[in-house]
């Protein structure tokens, strides 16, 4: 089973400025079965990368994946006030493994 | 549209099973495979599982192997997930997703279901 670290654990940062979330795999991936969701509190997981890089259906494009192999990014270029939330990669090979999450939080 | 629908919150005894709903609406059913994923509190995502609608295969990780059942009724587009002996480690939300089939994403979700394990 592939492990997915993510980083960091908890990043502050204010409205307007760009994150970048980190997931590594403890080995090479296919890189169409990895994907990133948005959970916030009290509501369901929201997808929004898949593939590594395409946008779900209704996504801002400020919202934008990358990566291959065993080394993914998830950038939001210009934070919005809704996108402090908790993020998650989530990959396939014989069985789904999620990250532990990266907490997005204002600063 | 694409509906998930879970039953209502549950409280459970420490050995006991607990057997949560998924009811499909919005789409066809057969083209979309259902995954079961939980968050405990405080903690992250975990899958649980994936049933076929079409043909009721499924598939569970290591963990949950003989302890999580599957199920589904295509005559009333629900799915179904049975989970045995539950422990405290088993308190948790569990979600029901939606894939189309071999895609490796989950696009729609159910509202979650609340499963407390407590004496």
């Known amino acids: 089973e592939i492990v997915l670290t993510q980083s960091p654990g908890t990043l502050a940062l204010s409205p307007g400025e760009r994150a970048t979330l980190s997931c590594r795999a403890s080995q090479r991936v296919n890189t169409i079965t990895l994907g990133w969701y948005q959970l916030k509190p009290g509501q369901v997981p929201r997808l929004l990368i898949y593939g590594a890089s395409n946008r779900a259906t209704g996504i801002p494009d400020r919202f934008s994946g990358s990566g291959s192999g065993t080394d993914f990014t998830l950038t939001i270029s210009r934070l919005e006030p809704e996108d402090f939330a908790v993020y998650y990669c989530k990959v396939y090979d014989a069985a789904y493994s999620f990250g532990q999450g990266t907490r997005l939080e204002v600063k | 549209q694409v509906l998930l629908v879970q039953s209502g919150a549950e409280v459970k005894k420490p050995g006991a099973s607990v057997k949560v709903s998924c009811k499909a609406s919005?789409?066809?059913?057969?083209?979309?495979?259902i995954h079961w994923v939980r968050q405990a509190p405080g903690q992250g995502l975990e899958w649980v599982g994936v049933?076929?609608?079409?043909?009721?295969?499924?598939d569970y990780p290591q963990k949950f192997r003989g302890r999580v059942t599957m199920t589904r009724d295509t005559s009333t587009t629900t799915v179904y997930m049975e989970v045995s002996s539950l422990g405290s480690e088993d308190t948790a939300v569990y979600y029901c997703?939606?894939?189309?089939?071999?895609?490796?994403?989950?696009?729609?979700w159910g509202q979650g279901t609340l499963v407390t394990v407590s004496s």
């Open positions: 919005g789409y066809t059913f057969a083209d979309y495979l």
């Open positions: 049933v076929n609608p079409n043909n009721g295969d499924v």
């Open positions: 997703s939606r894939e189309r089939g071999a895609t490796y994403f989950f696009d729609h």
